[in-house]
């Protein structure tokens, strides 16, 4: 069964940087697309970022790109969403999420990942 397990969220002053790791275990292939997904309180889910293991394709929301950098470790499953610059604006419940080889238009498709992880908290205020 495929496991995903976010952490590294927590509480950050505005301007500050986050680092979330997104651990991924129990599936043979590695052509697979991961997303990173966010939900703030009354707000619906957005997509945040995406990264296609074959080519390295990525993709950003535009209210996080030059902010936000979507990554992989190169040997282990553990994919990474570095978050500088963060403001208030950016709280919320962070999703990691894992399917299969999508398209480019597809990247920010929620209902096109398979697996999710449970979220991590990510808070910025002063």
């Known amino acids: 069964q495929v496991q995903v397990a976010e952490s590294g969220g927590g509480l950050v002053q505005p301007g500050g940087s986050l680092s979330l790791s997104c651990a991924v275990s129990?599936?043979?292939?590695?052509?697979?697309?991961a997303g990173w997904f966010r939900q703030a309180p009354g707000k619906d889910r957005e997509f945040v970022a995406a990264?296609?293991?074959?080519?390295?394709?990525?993709s950003y929301a535009d209210s996080v790109k030059g902010r936000f950098t979507i990554s992989k470790d190169n040997s282990e499953d553990v994919i990474y969403l570095q978050m500088n610059s963060l403001q208030p604006e950016d709280t919320a419940v962070y999703y990691c999420?894992?399917?299969?080889?999508?398209?480019?238009?597809?990247?920010?498709?929620?209902?096109?990942?398979?697996?999710w992880g449970q979220g991590t908290q990510v808070t910025v205020s002063s």
């Open positions: 990264r296609r293991y074959s080519d390295r394709s990525t």
């Open positions: 129990g599936r043979s292939s590695r052509d697979y697309t």
């Open positions: 999420a894992v399917g299969p080889r999508l398209i480019y238009s597809s990247f920010a498709d929620g209902r096109r990942y398979t697996y």
